[in-house]
């Protein structure tokens, strides 16, 4: 009876070691190039309304985002997702979606030819809308944009995610990478612009890589300074021609294409901390089956 009480124990043991979670993923700051770091858990500032007047930037740039028009804040919930994450809010505040345009602004620091963003959110399809997650600049030399469902000026039937870029320079080339739909849920988007290769990328946590597009005519020197708009969250910052609707808890830029390698920590630290339970919660149903595995062997004779 003693050598089976022992071999309970051990097997409980062993799941709670199973259960227990691989080391945490290197956070973004570990990576090289990092530009931009938005998370709605640090940084976020709030008016006396509980609407956002700053995102402070986390990557040491000082890229930090503000709310310049009164009227046009967005808001902030800290109950979003599966896992009541901290989120802001666009477009919630009249009865047609994607309406409202509230958007947030920064200076221009898009001045690299190659990127990768990275954005945790949940977007909801409307009509009519750009459905602009990030938008940087539009004009002399080039622009960058994340679309969320919704559309864009090229694809405006479109409901799936998307990365673009613009290169004026050379004929008014816009790289489009589209492709998915996973809307009104949580989703980790990332899109990259490879300008050497003339190249943009697409992927999502749901769905892997969904897309790419190449186009040798794109200027592969151009960057997003230089026009009539600055980078902005929430629409598109040249027409202010409606806006995203849904939640943005994270918004992460490098100034380069990662590495796959890089790329996937970056993914897995967003997936641990918005997409699965806290390392905390695996242990503790570790700790709990291996309590209910020695509880039923002390009760048997």
Known sequence: MYRKKIGFALIATMVVVLLLPDSAPAEPMSIDGLQLWLKADVGVVLDENDRVTTWQDQSGQGNDFTGTNEAKKPGYTDTWGPLGKPAVTFGFRGDTPGTDEDYLTAGEFMDFPSWTIFGVLQAQTHNPA???????????????????????????????????????????????????????????????????????????????????????????????????????????????????????????????VLSETDRLEVENYLSSKYLVPEPSTFTLLGIGLASLLLSACCKRR
């Open 130 to 256: 750009w459905g602009m997650c990030f938008f940087a600049d539009y004009g002399a030399t080039g622009s960058v944009w994340m679309q969320t469902p919704g559309g864009s000026g090229h694809e405006p039937d479109y409901p799936g995610w998307g990365t673009q870029a613009r290169s004026s320079t050379a004929g008014d080339v816009t790289l489009q990478a589209l492709g998915g739909n996973n809307e009104n849920l949580p989703e980790i988007v990332t899109g990259a612009l490879d300008a050497p290769a003339q190249t943009a990328y697409l992927w999502s946590q749901s769905g892997g890589l969904l897309a790419t597009a190449t186009d040798e005519n794109y200027d592969s020197t151009a960057t997003a300074m230089g026009g009539g708009g600055v980078p902005t969250i929430g629409t598109n910052s040249q027409w202010y021609l409606g806006g995203m609707k849904g939640y943005l808890a994270e918004l992460i830029i490098y100034d380069s």
